[in-house]
């Protein structure tokens, strides 16, 4: 195979053709890193978060395909990933995720002794994910603290501390990350069922939607206080108002839960995500 032809199988394995998961875990990173400036960042900081983002979301996306190389072949929507159909070989999946690993490390080596400490314990958290599936129907809780461990890090990188605030943005991160992740996992339920491995769509049976609404309200309401901690503006809570938009447009989309039509729920957060974001940002760049 050429090395082009090997270079698309390594971007296919890190999921760089699909950038929806870099997406979520970039929202909330930089949703704590215009909090913690107040305002915009240096522009050092937020390129080295949303190079990381992309390097350990790469990482985190290998390794959990060698994990999962098993179960992969046995589920519709993963058989054709490239270690499930043998167009790579596992090794090969250990020496991205190690490369991507180093590039992280060099990343995180730029920041202050604080961060590299809370950066281990992300590190852990993302490479372990794989293996709640395994041990509990909560992986999605799990998936929560691994994609929002970057916003502790964001805040002790920015002030060196970990302000109560920052905690609570991570636990609203943790009920929309639950919400979304058991948007994806219905989408598989009949496939993981069979298999054996376990999720929170599994878990909640058929009251998915109720809870998954619970958990959209939930995110809101934490968001909602964190805002009101901040002392943010009109322009965060008009953010939030089109977050809650979306996320009535999420339970449309999974209304009849459907696969595919819970898939495009799944996906359809970054949107909410980003209206976050944007009341953030505005806030900011109007106060400023």
């Known amino acids: 195979m050429s090395l082009i032809g ?33 305002g915009l960042p240096d522009w050092r900081l937020l390129a080295v ?6 390097s350990m979301r790469s990482a985190g996306c290998a390794i959990n395909d060698y994990l999962d190389r098993d179960f992969d072949r046995h589920v519709a929507r993963t058989r054709q990933r490239p ?3 043998g167009a790579l070989r596992p ?11 180093v590039v992280s490390l060099a990343l995180v080596l730029t920041l202050n ?47 060196d501390k970990v302000p109560p605030i920052a905690w609570l943005l991570l636990i609203a991160n943790v009920f929309w990350t639950v919400a979304y992740d058991t948007f994806y996992a219905m989408a598989d339920r009949a496939d993981d069922v069979r298999i054996g491995v376990k999720s929170t769509a599994i878990l909640f049976g058929d009251d998915d939607r109720l809870i998954i609404g619970v958990l959209q309200a939930s995110a809101l309401a934490t968001l ?5 901690q901040a002392r943010l503006g ?3 809570f008009a953010g939030l108002g089109l977050a809650a938009l979306t996320a009535a ?40």
Do not use: D
């Open 234 to 236: 009109v322009w965060f």
């Open 113 to 159: 002794r604080r961060t590299q400490e809370l950066a281990v314990i992300g590190a852990l958290l993302a490479l372990t994910y794989p293996l709640g599936k395994r041990l509990t129907h909560l992986p999605q809780v799990y998936l929560g603290l691994a994609f929002g461990w970057g916003i502790p890090m964001a805040f002790a990188a920015v002030q």
């Open 83 to 85: 270690l499930a159909r």
């Open 91 to 101: 090794v090969e999946a250990l020496g991205v995720c190690v490369a991507l690993l």
């Open 224 to 228: 909602a206080l964190v805002g009101w």
């Open 49 to 54: 978060f949303t190079a990381g983002v992309v």
């Open 249 to 288: 447009h999420h339970q449309y989309l999974a209304r009849h839960r459907e696969p595919a039509a819970c898939f495009r729920a799944f996906l359809a957060n970054n949107w909410f995500g980003a209206a976050v974001f944007a009341g953030i940002a505005v806030h900011y760049g109007v106060s400023m």
């Open 6 to 38: 090997r270079l698309r199988l390594y971007a296919e394995l890190t999921r760089l053709h699909r950038p929806i998961g870099i997406l979520l875990l970039l929202w909330p990173t930089w949703w704590a890193l215009w909090l913690a400036s107040g």
